[in-house]
């Protein structure tokens, strides 16, 4: 037995929406804290507010800021564009070490953030990782790409942002593209794919709204793999199904 405590924004119990797993029943653990995404301060939608509004307050680059959004958090993702992140990777518990692998019951646990990567040296996920090992249960890993991973995870699930590594791209399993219009995907996709392994799988995932889908994003990711017919079409469908 352990007192170790893991810090979460969230932890539930979920199937992969996405990707090469989709289907498969996971415990998703959200760790906090994010070294791409950032707080912008408060800002305010109009009440009834319906459509987007562009801010120039970061970077003097327009910002989506969505509906009922107390505070903007703005990421950056492979193409430079900046967007928003609707992901509560805030700090709201802790639970104990013993605890969190008792209620796993799925033969996989997927880390994910935020950026859970940034926790990889720290004793408790080391400890936490090791314990899910031990116990024959797969650890899956979300990242931005921004770290390269140094435990030797099942999958890793490369999405993208501002600051990828080379490194870490060249060890992923599968990358995951957010793609639409306007964001300018084709001049940066094969400089991403190059460092890529050849085992690796691509799949291009239109960007929702925030939970529906954007049919201009979808065609957009046809015309993509016309270029790349060797990718995946990546749909979220936890988001068809309303679930976590």
Not at 66 to 81: W, Y
Not at 236 to 244: A, C, E, M, T
Request: with cysteine.
């Amino acid at each position: 037995m352990t007192d170790t405590l893991i810090p979460l924004a969230e932890h539930f119990h979920s199937i992969q929406g996405e990707g090469r797993h989709t289907g498969l029943p996971m415990h998703f653990l959200r760790f906090p804290g994010c070294n791409v995404g950032r707080a912008q301060g408060h800002v305010l939608a109009p009440p009834g507010f319906k459509n987007p509004v562009e801010w120039n307050g970061f970077a003097s680059k327009p910002l989506v800021v969505l509906p009922n959004s107390e505070v903007a958090k703005v990421c950056t993702d492979f193409t430079g564009a900046h967007f928003f992140c609707d992901t509560d990777y805030e700090q709201h518990e802790e639970m104990p070490l013993d605890e969190l692998v008792a209620e796993t019951y799925e033969t996989t646990v997927c880390f994910t953030g935020g950026e859970p990567l940034l926790h990889q040296k720290k004793p408790w996920f080391k400890e936490l990782f090791q314990k899910l090992k031990q116990n024959d249960v797969q650890v899956h890993v979300e990242t931005s790409g921004t770290i390269v991973p140094k435990l030797e995870f099942d999958w890793l699930t490369v999405s993208p942002k501002d600051g990828w590594q080379h490194g870490c791209i060249a060890v992923a399993n599968q990358l995951k593209f957010l793609v639409s219009p306007e964001h300018d995907s084709y001049s940066f996709l094969d400089e991403v794919a190059r460092h890529m392994s050849p085992l690796c799988e691509v799949y291009l995932s239109p960007i929702f709204d925030p939970n529906a889908l954007v049919s201009a994003n979808l065609d957009y990711a046809f015309e993509i793999l016309k270029t790349y017919p060797g990718w995946h079409l990546g749909m979220q469908w936890h988001k068809f199904l309303n679930l976590r």
